[in-house]
């Protein structure tokens, strides 16, 4: 057992829980022991299944005093003190009638516990052991002794079902078990991810707000200093060394002010920045991907022809998720993406498609799950992977956008074109329009940022 080679990892499990599952095991097959043969008297050699009991207590203790009870074992470590509790019960079932004892049942324990904690091939290695052992106790085990002196046995076909249930228990509960646990530890991870690409764009966003108060805050000191300075020049017309001081003095403050304008190109913070047209907002999502050699083109359907572009929130959340899945579609052009949007009294609708080969029908239902691969049209071993050469996998980026532009109140649709509409895949996003739209009237003070 100990050549497995297990994923390297931290913690898996607190030795306090593995403990206190193991503690409870112990009473309980205690106190069943005593009360099968004491009460019921049922034949069991008594002092050989309270000797298999107490290796299991002395393994609790062994670890107690070893480990502090925060330790979190390893998964190797994990693994081995499941094998150690399969043996332990395998033997105790052995002594008190194999698979004529109803508790064997409780054999599948140990393995659903690997399921949810160890990797496949932990729990794979512990299923495998568990089976050889049910099978091991289907042909031989010491009988049960019922009152009387008779031997209490199964017919076969009863013992073939026994046996069966249990294997089949042992098989699903822990496929079932991971499977689950899998999901749930995959998505915590993509949710993390998630949460740090949102707290980068909201960093930028903060360091260009605090650049753009700078420069609005240091515009007029500024002004008067260059107003000031202009007026000594032209007063120190007998004093040229001053005069030179002076001008100085102003060619200093003209280069402050376009260091803060240059700086404040960046800064988005402003109140004034934070709304933007729609068109606008649609062009600075679309920006980093322009120039990689697709044509994207953009069409704006107000809901009368002679409307005004609508004025929307221009939240991070947006410009992050629309970036992700325009780069989604870039990578799968052919050679054109189109972003259209169109908005009614009551929701702003936007569309992403392009004319590359669209989604495999077989994983629309599993788009924006995190980490899912693969979007092929037709996953023959020869198709090269050099002909999308920007495509790094469309999981992880596809549930971050997913899951920021749901904040934000847009509901996500995924589809194939047909041939008629020149195929290619397609994402439909629609807002209601009080969640989007920018607020009207005075913006007030800009904000200090902390």
């Not at 980068?200 to 002004?223: C, F, I, M, N, S």
């Not at 402050?256 to 920045?273: P, Q, V």
Request: hydrophobic content about 45%; charged content about 15%.
């Amino acid at each position: 057992m100990t050549d497995l080679a297990f994923p390297s990892s931290g913690g898996v499990l607190q030795l306090r829980t593995l403990t206190l599952i193991r503690w409870a095991a112990i009473l309980g097959q205690g106190a069943t022991l005593l009360i099968a043969h004491l009460s019921f008297g049922i034949g069991l050699p008594v002092g050989l299944c309270l000797l298999v009991i107490g290796l299991s207590v002395i393994g609790n203790l062994f670890l107690q005093f070893l480990y502090p009870e925060s330790t979190r074992l390893s998964e190797h470590q994990v693994f081995l003190v499941l094998s150690f509790d399969l043996a332990q019960l395998s033997l105790l079932l052995w002594l008190t009638g194999g698979l004529t004892n109803p508790f064997v049942l409780l054999i599948v324990a140990p393995v659903t516990i690997s399921a949810t904690a160890l990797s496949g091939r932990a729990t794979l290695v512990l299923g495998g052991a568990a089976i050889a052992c049910v099978s091991a106790l289907s042909v031989t085990h010491l009988p049960l002794s019922l009152p009387g002196g008779l031997a209490f046995t199964l017919p076969p076909l009863f013992a073939f079902g026994f046996w069966l249930a249990v294997v089949i228990g042992i098989l699903f509960l822990g496929s079932y078990a991971h499977r689950v646990s899998g999901e749930i530890h995959t998505m915590q991870e993509a949710l993390l991810a998630t949460q740090m690409a949102l707290a980068r764009a909201q960093k930028l966003t903060d360091l260009g707000g605090v650049v753009a108060a700078a420069a609005h805050e240091l515009g007029t000191p500024l002004a008067t200093i260059k107003l000031v300075s202009a007026e000594l020049i032209d007063e120190l017309d007998d004093q040229p060394e001053l005069q030179s001081d002076a001008k100085l003095i102003r060619e200093q403050a003209d280069r402050c002010r376009e260091i803060l304008r240059s700086m404040g190109r960046a800064g988005k913070d402003d109140l004034h920045l934070r709304q933007a047209p729609l068109s606008a907002l649609m062009a600075e999502a679309a920006e980093p991907h322009m120039s990689r050699g697709k044509t994207v083109v953009f069409t704006l359907t107000p809901p009368q022809p002679d409307a005004t572009d609508l004025l929307v929130q221009r939240q991070p959340e947006v410009l992050h998720g629309l970036r992700n899945l325009i780069q989604n579609a870039v990578d799968f052009a052919h050679s054109t993406v189109t972003v259209e949007a169109e908005w009614t009294t009551d929701q702003l609708i936007m569309r992403i498609r392009d004319d590359g080969p669209g989604y495999p029908a077989h994983e629309l239902g599993r788009l924006g799950e995190p980490f899912l691969r693969n979007r092929k049209s037709a996953p023959e071993p020869s198709q090269k992977q050099d002909q999308r050469p920007e495509y790094e996998g469309m999981g992880l980026g596809l549930f971050i956008a997913k899951t920021l532009l749901e904040r934000t109140g847009a509901r996500l649709s995924f589809a194939n074109l047909g041939a008629e509409a020149g195929g290619g895949a397609i994402v439909e996003l629609r807002w209601p329009l009080a969640r989007i739209v920018a607020p009207t009237g005075a913006l007030g003070e800009n904000p200090l940022n902390t």
